[in-house]
């Protein structure tokens, strides 16, 4: 059984994703490799927006969080979509604006924007910013007046959901460097201030309640609880919210054993808590904003590295170690985050082994994973640790000097660079 449809085996038992021989894919463009499958990002996106549209009569948008995955291919499929893009810093817009993306599609997001951040998205024209702090809102009021412009505005709100996830993507509570509290009356606060503010216009409210989570309940509670806040808005201010922005966080199957709802599901159940909760209050719907990451960039990547040595040491364990690592994959190192790997190309033979799959770093802990089933690996195997599209090239780093891998795009079979392996050069190319 395959993690996901787009795997398979061939004849001779090599791995395939997205209709490519991964043995090949090594081959051609060297390991370590990222892997994108194309069509997997597509139709990711598109379930969004088609439940989005079925659940919701289309009155929202999907987009996209290029934290998970960004490059200019990536916001170039996801542009070509129609959906649009939360971009987190400078740098992530820059490469959507440098791709081509509709910036009226872009949300500006960031707990600490800089004057330089905020004047490039007011600049470029992104379709909102979404402001975490009075400083920002200050200094936004400031720089909008200075351009000449009025940029609309949403406030990141904490809706005190806590929603049983890892500490360190557990962001709605209140305990939480992002947003301004509800419970405190902090977040009302803000709303006066902005409302009465002449240069931005606040047209949203928006929320994310964390990462990998499986159950609806913490989306019907955020959504019901931000409804309640727009209501409140409406009630003591006589204003209206029209946007309401509901962040990602759906989580992904990783392992066999995971078993996330489907995304149409929670589009379906958070549609009728906002429907109902309007009609409650005697609100107009508003217009809906999601934005997820990993559920569209982690299914469609891999990660292909070559074994070099092997490790058995009686008793305890089987060090199988590869050519890539911490600074390709730092999500066990950081979150002891777990995949599935195969060898790819013994694709048809037994997991028969249980082994810790090492990196090459200088580091005890840079290991992609412990007790990972795999199929008995030597020297010069391919290994695809799957399920690593979101958050592995985006979070990667050059730690010991290593030249970040390429990341290539397949589609149908056929493959594409979209990000070219870094060079020796590359890696001393701001030393002086
Ligand atoms: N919107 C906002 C405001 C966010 O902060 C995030 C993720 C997302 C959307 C997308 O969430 P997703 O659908 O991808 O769960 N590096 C961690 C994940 C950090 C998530 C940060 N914010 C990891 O590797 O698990």
């Known amino acids: 059984m395959m993690l996901y449809e787009n795997m398979g085996v061939t004849a001779e038992g090599h791995f395939t994703f997205g209709g490519a021989d ?40 999907v987009h996209y969080a290029s934290k998970a995955f960004s490059c200019m291919e990536m916001c170039r499929i996801i542009n070509s979509e129609g959906a649009g893009l939360d971009a987190v810093s400078i740098g992530e817009l820059y490469t959507a604006v440098k791709a081509g993306f509709d910036v009226k599609k872009i949300g ?16 470029v024209g992104v379709g909102h910013i979404i402001v975490d702090n009075i400083s920002e809102l200050e200094r936004l009021e400031k720089i909008a007046a200075e351009l000449g412009k009025k940029p609309s505005i949403m406030f990141r709100i904490k809706p005190g959901i806590d929603a049983h996830t890892h500490d360190f993507v557990k962001t709605g509570q209140i305990d939480s460097k992002f947003g301004f509290a509800l419970e405190t009356g902090e977040a009302f606060e803000a709303v006066k201030q902005a409302v009465a503010c002449s240069n931005v216009e606040l047209t949203g409210i928006h929320c994310h309640i964390g990462s990998q989570i499986f159950d609806i309940a913490p989306f019907e509670e955020a959504a019901r609880v931000m409804i309640g806040f727009i209501s409140e808005i409406k009630n003591k201010l006589d204003y209206e919210i029209k946007g309401l922005n509901l962040g990602g966080g759906f989580g992904i199957k990783y392992l066999d054993s995971d078993d996330p709802s489907p995304f149409e599901t929670y589009m379906e159940r958070v549609s009728k808590v906002v429907a109902g909760e309007c009609e409650r209050l005697g609100i107009a719907q508003p217009f809906i904003y999601i934005e997820p990451g990993r559920s569209i960039a982690a299914p469609a990547g891999i990660t292909l590295y070559t074994v070099g040595a092997r490790k058995e040491i009686p008793n305890i364990r089987t060090y199988v170690s590869v050519d890539g690592g911490m600074p390709d994959n730092p999500r066990y190192i950081l979150y002891g985050s777990e995949y599935s790997a195969l060898v790819a190309n013994k694709a048809n033979e037994e997991r028969s082994e249980k082994v810790t799959i090492a990196g090459k770093c200088c580091e005890s802990g840079d290991l992609i994973g ?44 056929a493959s594409r660079v979209a990000v070219k392996r870094e060079t020796l050069d590359d890696i001393i190319r701001n030393d002086i």
């Not at 894919?25 to 994108?36: D, N």
């Not at 640790?385 to 290539?408: C, D, E, H, I």
């Open 22 to 61: 991964t043995t090949e894919l090594a081959a051609e463009y060297g390991t370590p490799l990222y892997v994108m499958d194309e069509n997997m990002v597509r139709k990711a996106v598109r379930r969004f927006m088609d439940s989005m549209e079925k659940y919701y009569g289309g009155r929202g948008e």
């Open 108 to 123: 500006f997001h960031g707990n600490n924007k800089t004057d330089e951040e905020l004047r490039y998205a007011v600049e």
């Open 370 to 413: 412990e007790n990972m089933p795999l199929q008995h690996a030597e020297s010069g195997d391919i290994i695809a640790v799957l399920a690593t599209g979101a958050y592995n090239y985006s979070m990667s780093s050059n730690y010991n000097r290593l030249q970040k891998p390429a990341v290539v795009f397949v589609k149908d079979g």
